[in-house]
């Protein structure tokens, strides 16, 4: 196939991955509605129980018991705050937004993940590792915040990219208030620009910050601490919130790994890899920089993420965003192609009624 014909081919597929992806969301959304008998509640689960409270009762929720640790989940705001506001102040509406919002944010954030690989000059059907990522159908099936906030991470780096800067700046703003595991893109473009002495946008990104602090000096003022106070911390040995499971329970150990050995735990000992060479080569792209971060993330979580399927799709997120956009920028068709692989991430929450998969191991 000649390169004009190849050209015309793709340019013909503006679109198709975000409709595919849209198609799906609303299939999903709607056979757990249907098998609901209709009730919107039916897709929050997990984690979105504190979305909807939040949206739901706001300032009132920290005093009622229902948030078990109420600076760490008023630290992402943004995506309860704006489906209560697109509510317009009606409560029994609130599910459908939390719902239509993510569905929104999946679609959007794989249509902005085309453009920026129609940028880098890759075929935008790659835009499916992204849109078709389990903790995406995770994120909309349980109503938690991971859809919206990795929609702005990538309308900023499609931003920057397209030197729109403080476009930039505002949508990591914003992510950073959507979930704080966002701030690792921020600290790698930060890194980017610090490398590249390029201190305006040193400055510019320690701007996108300001939000974040000033909200968590709210909750502290408010709450009595701040939203990281409340978190778990790191195991600062490399892997050792994953080894730590097999100390408490080995065959849950060995049966975990399973599952998040491919899906997490090889793919960051291979971004660590890939992105070190990288810089080795003193290639400091921003996606270099966040393929790293994020695969040193993976390293040191703590032992509750680890035993949990449901939250290792969630937290790796960031990782496979890192290693599409990597891929797309080193021309990798062999990275791109096993890319999405991520896609059958979504078998571990597809059980049944469609209920995220977990296994907790007790002590």
């Not at 080995?250 to 291979?270: E, K, N």
Request: aromatic share 14%; charged share 10%.
């Amino acid at each position: 196939m000649t390169n004009r014909s190849s050209n015309v081919l793709l340019s013909r597929s503006n679109g198709l991955p975000t409709t595919i992806v849209l198609l799906v969301c609303l299939i999903y959304a709607a056979i757990i509605l249907i098998n609901a008998g209709g009730s919107p509640h039916a897709l929050i689960d997990y984690d979105g129980y504190y979305s909807y409270d939040i949206a739901h009762d706001f300032l009132e929720v920290p005093f009622t018991g229902d948030l078990d640790k109420p600076a760490y989940r008023f630290q992402r705001i943004f995506y309860p705050l704006a489906a209560r506001i697109l509510a317009l102040g009606q409560p029994d509406l609130i599910p459908w937004t939390l719902i239509f919002l993510n569905i929104f944010a999946i679609s959007a954030g794989t249509w902005l993940i085309e453009l920026l690989l129609s940028d880098l000059n890759v075929n935008r059907w790659y835009a499916l590792a992204y849109g078709l990522y389990g903790g995406q159908l995770l994120g909309l099936r349980t109503s938690v915040s991971e859809p919206m906030t990795h929609m702005l991470l990538v309308a900023a780096m499609l931003a920057w990219q397209r030197d729109k800067r403080w476009w930039a700046v505002i949508a990591f703003s914003l992510a950073g208030l959507t979930k704080e595991t966002a701030l690792i893109f921020v600290a790698a473009y930060a890194l980017h620009a610090l490398l590249q002495r390029d201190w305006r946008w040193v400055l510019g990104l320690s701007a996108s910050l300001i939000l974040w602090f000033v909200w968590q000096g709210v909750l502290w003022v408010w709450l009595g601490e701040t939203g990281l106070g409340a978190t778990e911390p790191f195991i600062w040995i490399p892997l050792g919130g994953w080894l730590m499971a097999a100390r408490i329970n080995f065959l849950g150990f060995l049966l975990i790994s399973l599952m998040i050995v491919p899906m997490s735990i090889i793919p960051a000992l291979i971004g660590i890899f890939l992105s070190g060479r990288s810089l080795w080569q003193r290639n400091y792209h921003p996606f270099v920089l966040s393929l790293l971060l994020n695969a040193l993330f993976i390293l040191f979580l703590p032992f509750p993420t680890f035993r949990e399927s449901s939250a290792m799709v969630r937290i790796t997120q960031g990782l496979a965003l890192s290693m599409l956009l990597y891929g797309a920028l080193m021309k990798s068709s062999r990275i791109l192609n096993y890319s999405l692989l991520w896609i059958f991430t979504n078998v571990l929450h597809l059980k049944g009624s469609g209920r995220p998969f977990s296994l907790r191991m007790g002590r």
